[in-house]
């Protein structure tokens, strides 16, 4: 019965479980999908990690026994293999065993497929790259629409230093132009339809006006409040987006 319930248990971890020695001996190799192995469980039992491993992932492998086996674990280092036609990422957590055994420590080793957190820091850094070449002016906004970062296009477009725009609201951009009903009716399509798109006056630092086409779109986060994205093309092919904050009502004006 203890066997059995081990047996379950190991069955249910979704990382792959190895058993290594201090030279990359695999001992015990466990996966509950076998599409995470470079080859099958049966055919790596007693072979060395370089055997079947690219040089790179072998030497992370085996940098992370020498930590383990000097401090008793090693965690956080990653490897990227080759599966099949797929490029994957795996982060190996390493603990050395309780014991002693006749071919030196044993460890044991969890490799967590990490691809899809690889895939999203991949693109969290391309939107970070467009934040901070792209020639539009962007605004961030925390959700009460207080400005928490804006990139170099909107300082040179707008005349605002990155330090004066941080905490303000984006109405700092605000012509006067426009009275309540304007708002009025943009808050009302935001609500109903999560989008409103017009002509919009703004005002530079200098008090420079100018006339632009702005589109709002409200986006769900991660966090299930509502933010908006103000794209508004401005002049000379210059233009400000506005990543606002959740939508509280028309009381916060861009």
């Known amino acids: 019965q203890v066997r059995n319930d081990l047996q379950s248990t190991l069955n249910a971890i979704p990382d792959v479980l190895l058993e290594l020695d201090l030279a990359g001996t695999q001992h015990y190799v466990h996966a509950q999908r076998s599409e995470l192995l470079v080859q099958p469980s049966d055919a790596l039992i007693g072979k060395k990690l370089c055997e079947s491993l690219p ?13 383990a086996n000097a401090t008793g674990q090693s965690m956080g280092r990653q490897i990227e293999l080759t599966l099949g036609t797929q490029k994957k990422w795996f982060e190996l957590s390493v603990a050395r065993k309780v014991g002693a055994f006749s071919d030196g420590p044993r460890f ?4 967590r497929d990490i691809s899809e957190r690889k895939h999203a820091e991949t693109l969290q850094q391309l939107a970070a790259s467009v934040f901070n070449h792209t020639q539009d002016a962007i605004i961030v906004t925390d959700a009460s629409c207080a400005i928490i970062e804006v990139n170099k296009a909107f300082t040179d477009i707008t005349g605002f230093t990155r330090a004066e725009a941080l905490g303000q609201n984006p109405r700092i951009l605000k012509s006067g132009r426009h009275g309540a009903d304007h708002y009025d009716a943009m808050w009302q399509q935001l609500a109903a339809q999560g989008y409103w798109a017009g002509e919009m006056w703004n005002r530079r630092k200098d ?8 589109s709002i779109s409200m986006v769900r986060g991660a966090d299930g409040l509502f933010r908006m994205r103000d794209n508004q093309p401005a002049p000379a092919d210059e233009s400000v987006k506005v990543a606002a904050g959740t939508l509280e009502g028309s009381n916060v004006n861009v």
């Open 108 to 111: 044991i080793v969890l490799s």
């Open 55 to 67: 040089a790179q992932a072998n030497a992370t492998y085996l940098a992370a026994l020498q930590e």
């Open 207 to 214: 008090g420079q006006e100018y006339v632009c086409m702005q």
